[in-house]
Nanobody, 125 residues
Framework: QVQLVESGGGLVQAGGSLRLSCAAS????????MGWFRQAPGKEREFVAA????????YYADSVRGRFIISRDNGKNTIFVQMNSLKPEDTAVYYC??????????????????WGQGTQVTVSS
């Protein structure tokens, strides 16, 4: 199993920036991709961004493309998401996830078997 710990959430004004981090431990040699999902109150969990572990290929939801940048540090088993030009609708609990088998669709939460506890991001208008 892989254990994930997120950090970096907080309160920011609209137009501001935040950087989230997620550190993986345990069976990290089995990671194929890691990603971020979010869930706002009363809404379903949705995909935000992901990155393949080997090639570093990024995947983005249309709602964050051009504003968020995902990156990874394989040596530290950590991923980051730099969130710029934040909007009130970005307010949610952000969850880090790890995929430990290959998937043709890292946009789906079904591809991920390990999840972090989540970190709150609040964007005020």
């Amino acid at each position: 199993q892989v254990q994930l710990v997120e950090s970096g959430g907080g309160l920011v004004q609209a137009g501001g920036s935040l950087r989230l981090s997620c550190a993986a431990s345990g069976h990290t040699f089995k990671i194929y991709a890691m990603g971020w999902f979010r869930q706002a109150p009363g809404k379903e969990r949705e995909f935000v961004a992901a990155v393949s572990w080997g090639g570093g290929y990024p995947y983005y939801a249309d709602s964050v493309r051009g504003r968020f940048i995902i990156s990874r540090d394989n040596g530290k088993n950590t991923i980051f998401v730099q969130m710029n030009s934040l909007k009130p609708e970005d307010t949610a609990v952000y969850y880090c996830a790890a995929a430990q088998v290959y998937s043709p669709n890292y946009y789906s939460d079904r591809s991920y078997g390990s999840w972090g506890q989540g970190t709150q991001v609040t964007v005020s208008s």
